[in-house]
């Protein structure tokens, strides 16, 4: 195991990593963790640069991974910690079904260069919004910032220097209840004009047109 730089774990039932991985894989760059079950942490891998973790429903905090450069978490919706990552420079956060509706509050102890997040409509509405929503100081000191929705059809971007916001979403929408906008670009979307007054239909429709990527 000297050598080894590259493993890949799937679908798999562990309560931890084996306890010597990191003293044994001391060349191991690239970790995934794929469908492995009942893992709630990982910690004490040193020479680790790049990690991907999808599907691990139970893992719960990340920590000392001092050479990490670049983290993908996916649909590992318990993440609530993640500390010792110093070298940390790339995040992707990405849930199933646009589910993320809030940012984790780990991101604001992050020394991130760029951020990629793919999440709900509302938390991406809110995020639009700047520094009128209470996430907006997880995000702020990140240099790069960008989210999209599951479809990627809706986008905010951010930089931090120069300082630019700039989105693909309605300003229309921004005058709508946050908790209400998900279900107003569904309920447009999927609801045939017979069941809707036409006035509503044609507003909700023009709103959904104008913030479609051109």
Same mark, same amino acid.
């Given at each position: 195991?000297?050598?080894?730089?590259?493993?890949?774990?799937?679908?798999?039932?562990?309560?931890?990593?084996?306890?010597?991985?990191?003293?044994?894989?001391?060349? @191991?760059?690239? =970790? $995934?963790?794929?469908?492995?079950? #009942? &893992?709630?942490?990982?910690?004490? +891998?040193?020479?680790?640069?790049?990690?991907?973790?999808?599907?691990?429903?139970?893992?719960?905090?990340?920590?000392?991974?001092?050479?990490?450069?670049?983290?993908?978490?996916?649909?590992?919706?318990?993440?609530?910690?993640?500390?010792?990552?110093?070298?940390?420079?790339?995040?992707?956060?990405?849930?199933?079904?646009?589910?993320?509706?809030?940012?984790?509050?780990?991101?604001?102890?992050?020394? @991130?260069?760029? =951020? $990629?997040?793919?999440?709900?409509? #509302? &938390?991406?509405?809110?995020?639009? +919004?700047?520094?009128?929503?209470?996430?907006?100081?997880?995000?702020?000191?990140?240099?790069?910032?960008?989210?999209?929705?599951?479809?990627?059809?809706?986008?905010?971007?951010?930089?931090?220097?120069?300082?630019?916001?700039?989105?693909?979403?309605?300003?229309?929408?921004?005058?709508?209840?946050?908790?209400?906008?998900?279900?107003?670009?569904?309920?447009?979307?999927?609801?045939?004009?017979?069941? @809707?007054?036409?006035?509503?239909?044609?507003?909700?429709?023009?709103?959904?047109?104008?913030?479609?990527?051109?």
């Amino acid at each position: 195991m000297p050598v080894l730089q590259e493993l890949v774990l799937h679908t798999c039932r562990l309560t931890r990593l084996p306890p010597g991985l990191a003293f044994h894989a001391r060349a @191991l760059k690239i =970790l $995934t963790l794929h469908q492995v079950h #009942g &893992l709630v942490s990982l910690e004490n +891998l040193p020479s680790v640069v790049e990690l991907d973790v999808s599907c691990c429903h139970e893992l719960k905090r990340i920590a000392n991974l001092p050479s990490l450069h670049r983290l993908v978490i996916s649909c590992s919706p318990e993440m609530q910690a993640l500390d010792g990552v110093p070298e940390l420079r790339r995040l992707l956060l990405r849930n199933g079904r646009g589910s993320l509706a809030v940012l984790p509050d780990y991101l604001v102890g992050l020394n @991130l260069a760029y =951020l $990629t997040v793919s999440c709900g409509l #509302g &938390l991406l509405c809110s995020m639009a +919004l700047g520094n009128n929503t209470p996430e907006w100081n997880k995000v702020c000191h990140i240099p790069r910032v960008e989210a999209f929705d599951e479809n990627e059809k809706f986008r905010v971007w951010y930089t931090r220097d120069p300082r630019h916001l700039d989105t693909n979403i309605s300003p229309l929408l921004f005058d709508i209840p946050r908790c209400v906008l998900p279900f107003l670009l569904t309920f447009s979307i999927l609801v045939p004009v017979p069941f @809707l007054a036409p006035s509503i239909y044609i507003l909700f429709r023009l709103i959904l047109m104008q913030q479609m990527p051109k």
